[in-house]
């Protein structure tokens, strides 16, 4: 592990001060710590790493993937109002009953991402949900962060906060039955973006990293890089390899272990606002590209987010980016890319759950398959292909 994380600092450029994006300015090199010291290379995981590399190893098992359903009340809520539905707890009951009660699920989903309400809810026939998870052979996750606030300093950017106390809480769900978490922090191209907003998303993710596997839980480490922006694939590509260079640096000093984590990262596509279109070979190409420059094959996992991409072509790019052999188990992480036809499906009606039900396995199977290179599109409806982007949040 040690060997791993060494090959690591000694294989990553330094970047020179000038080799940042669009004027900005990177830290001096000065900063980077002696990669020769004991100290830089030592990797801790507690007492529980041999669990935390089995659980990251048990959510990324061939043919499945994440169903992150872990929206805040209040994204729970506008995904409601969309099919007009009031927000309030037990219609968040009854939506989260449908999805973590689909028969057969777990053949296709390995986790499932929920937010606190949800990890302490029960579904609407008084079990766990937690319970019901682990019966499906689904591993219960947690989002753990506290959202996104304005970074003073920087071009309009934010940071995620929730360190403060994080420990704690992340023991009380380890009790509770969770064995993974997550944190997402964003960067914005047309903001930038600034190398203090990078800096302060590689350091919270690791800080989160490193408290997390210190209390039993495999962290997912998802710094996504916004849809938003006219700005082609190149740049694109151009910022998430200066900001997965810092995630990684930051990840080994903070003695992070690496086969005990997993990433959330988005796929290397034009801006949502961009002229020009990308084919799901360009986007498996460009994003294999940028794996195969910055992450470590000791990393288990690839659980891409759906970035803002309609159902259908989150899937056709995770089969296209699997139509080779790669070092991680490349699959998903979707949310809307998973629930947007089950819940328009659903409509708040009950008569319509087993066909949202329906839907949604449909999704989940699709997803498989594209985790096995062996997707087709077929049977895809018209809902299925529409975009689901939304401006400054395209999970």
Same mark, same amino acid.
């Given at each position: ?21 669009? *004027? =900005?300015?990177?830290? =001096? /090199? ?31 098992? /061939? *043919? ?12 729970? *809520? ?42 302490? =809810?029960?579904?609407?026939? *008084? ?39 994080? #420990? ?12 993974? @978490? ?8 047309p903001n930038g973006p600034s190398a203090l907003a990078v800096k302060e998303a590689a350091w919270g993710l690791a800080r989160y990293a490193a408290i997390s596997q210190e209390n039993g ?34 990840? @080994? ?26 084919? /799901? ?82 999704? #989940? ?31």
């Open positions: 592990m040690a060997s791993a994380s060494a090959t690591l600092l000694k294989s990553s450029p330094v970047l020179d001060k000038c080799e940042w994006v669009k *004027g =900005q300015t990177l830290r =001096q /090199p000065l900063v980077r710590c002696n990669p020769s010291s004991a100290s830089a290379l030592t990797i801790k995981a507690a007492s529980y790493a041999d669990e935390l590399v089995k659980t990251a190893k048990t959510v990324a098992s /061939p *043919g499945r993937g994440i169903l992150a359903m872990d929206e805040s009340n209040a994204t729970c *809520g506008k995904r409601l109002a969309s099919i007009g539905l009031e927000n309030t707890e037990a219609n968040r009951q009854a939506y989260r009953t449908l999805l973590v009660t689909v028969p057969g699920l777990g053949e296709y989903i390995s986790g499932a991402i929920l937010f606190e309400e949800t990890l302490y =809810q029960s579904t609407v026939d *008084g079990r766990k949900i937690v319970d019901v998870l682990v019966d499906q052979n689904i591993v219960p996750g947690i989002k753990v962060d506290k959202g996104l606030v304005p970074l003073a300093g920087s071009n309009d950017e934010s940071w995620c906060q929730g360190l403060d106390g994080l #420990a704690s809480r992340s023991a009380a769900y380890y009790q509770q039955g969770a064995r993974f @978490a997550k944190w997402r922090t964003v960067v914005s191209i839980l495999v962290p997912i480490v998802e710094p996504e890089i916004l849809l938003d922006g006219e700005h082609g694939i190149d740049r694109t590509f151009e910022v998430a390899q200066k900001v997965w260079s810092e995630v990684f640096f930051y990840l @080994a000093e903070n003695n992070v272990l690496l086969e005990g984590i997993l990433l959330k990262p988005s796929m290397v596509t034009p801006g949502a606002e961009s002229k020009d279109k990308a084919t /799901p070979l360009q986007v498996a190409d460009y994003t294999l590209k940028l794996l195969h420059r910055r992450i470590p094959p000791a990393v288990p996992g690839i659980m891409f987010l759906s970035g803002g991409q309609s159902e259908v072509e989150a899937t056709l790019n995770l089969n296209a980016m699997n139509q080779s052999p790669n070092p991680w188990h490349v699959s998903f992480s979707y949310a809307r890319a998973l629930q947007n036809t089950c819940l328009k499906t659903w409509g708040g009606l009950p008569e319509n759950v087993k066909a949202a039900q329906d839907a949604l396995l449909f999704r #989940a199977k699709s997803n498989s398959l594209a985790q096995l290179g062996k997707y087709t599109a077929e049977g895809e409806s018209e809902e299925a292909t529409r975009g689901m982007f939304v401006k400054g949040y395209s999970y």
